[in-house]
C-alpha cells in the first residue's frame, strides 16, 4: 500500500509540471495553428531568474526563502511576458497559421535564447534553497513539502484554466478562434487581440511551470529542452490542441517515469514513452482525445 501510494504521489507531483507546460503549448498550437519551440525558453527563463532572484532578494532584503521566491516568481513571470509580447508582434504575428514558416522562426529563437543565456547566465548548475523544508507521510509514503506545494499551485492553476477555458467569456473566444478564426471573426470575436491574448496564456504557463520546477531541480540554461520533448510527447498522446489532452498525456508520461523507473530505470521510461508515441501515431495519430484542426 505504501509503495502504491509513492508511486502516486510521484506520479502528481512530476505530472503537475508536465501539464502546465504542455497546456501551454498547446493552447498557442490551437488558437495560432503554430508549433511554438521556443516555449521551452520561456520556461527555462523563468526558472533561471528565479534560481538567481531567490538567494539575491534574501540577502539584500532580509526575507525568508519563501517570500523571496514568491517575489522572484512574479518578476521572472513579468519580464518573461514582456518577453513573449516581443516575440508575438515582431515575429509569430507574420507567421499565423503557417506551419513552416513558424517551425523555422520558433527554431531559430530556440538556438538563439539557449546561447544567450548560457552567455548572461553562465554555465554552472543552479540550485534553489528549499523554499519549505521537511516532509509529509501519507499512508506510509513522504512527499518533500516544498514538492507538495509546487503540486498543489500547480493543480490550481490548471484546474483554473480549464475552468476559465470552458465557462467564461474568454474562454469561449479562445476556442472559438481556435474552432474557426473566420466565423469567429464574423460573430465580432476580435481575432488579432485573440491569438495575442491566447499566445500570452500559453507563455505565462510556461514561466510559471519554470519557477515552480526551480526549488525542485537543478536548473541550466538547457533545462528547457528535456521538457520540450516531454511536452510534445505529451501532446501527441493527448491530442494536438486538446486541452483535456494535454492533461491526460502529463500525468501518463508521469506515470511511466514513476512506475517504470522505480521498477527498471529511468532510460526504460524514457524507452516506454516512444514506444507509447510510435503507437499512438499509428493507430491513433490524432492522440487520445484529438481532434482535428481547422
Request: positive net charge; proline residues 3%.
Amino acid at each position: 500500500m505504501a509503495l502504491f501510494v509513492q508511486l502516486a504521489l510521484n506520479t502528481l507531483q512530476a505530472g503537475s509540471v508536465y501539464v502546465l507546460f504542455a497546456l501551454g503549448l498547446t493552447l498557442i498550437f490551437g488558437v495560432m495553428g503554430v508549433v511554438n519551440f521556443a516555449h521551452g525558453q520561456f520556461f527555462t527563463l523563468g526558472a533561471l531568474l528565479t534560481s538567481v532572484l531567490v538567494p539575491a532578494l534574501h540577502d539584500a532584503l532580509g526575507i525568508g526563502i519563501a517570500m523571496a521566491f514568491m517575489l522572484s516568481s512574479v518578476i521572472s513571470i513579468v519580464v518573461v511576458l514582456g518577453l513573449a509580447v516581443v516575440i508575438y508582434q515582431w515575429g509569430f504575428r507574420q507567421y499565423l497559421r503557417d506551419m513552416v514558416g513558424s517551425f523555422i522562426l520558433s527554431v531559430g529563437m530556440l538556438l538563439f535564447f539557449e546561447g544567450a543565456f548560457l552567455w548572461i547566465f553562465g554555465g554552472v548548475p543552479r540550485v534553489v534553497p528549499n523554499i519549505a523544508p521537511g516532509e509529509l507521510r501519507i499512508l506510509g509514503a513522504a512527499i518533500e513539502l516544498q514538492r507538495l506545494i509546487v503540486c498543489v499551485v500547480a493543480v490550481v492553476i490548471a484546474v483554473s484554466l480549464y475552468v476559465m477555458l470552458g465557462y467564461t467569456r474568454f474562454g469561449r473566444t479562445i476556442r472559438a478562434t481556435a474552432e474557426d478564426a473566420g466565423a469567429a471573426t464574423l460573430q465580432g470575436v476580435r481575432h488579432k487581440r485573440t491569438l495575442l491574448y491566447g499566445f500570452m496564456t500559453g507563455s505565462f504557463l510556461a514561466a510559471i511551470s519554470g519557477c515552480l520546477i526551480a526549488p525542485i531541480a537543478v536548473i541550466t540554461p538547457a533545462v528547457g529542452n528535456d521538457y520540450l520533448v516531454k511536452g510534445f510527447i505529451t501532446i501527441i498522446i493527448g491530442g494536438l490542441g486538446s486541452i483535456p489532452g494535454a492533461i491526460l498525456g502529463g500525468l501518463t508520461i508521469a506515470l511511466l517515469e514513476s512506475v517504470v523507473g522505480y521498477y527498471l530505470d529511468g532510460t526504460m521510461a524514457t524507452i516506454g514513452m516512444f514506444c507509447l508515441v510510435a503507437v499512438l501515431l499509428l493507430f491513433r495519430p490524432r492522440g487520445m482525445l484529438g481532434h482535428v484542426q481547422h
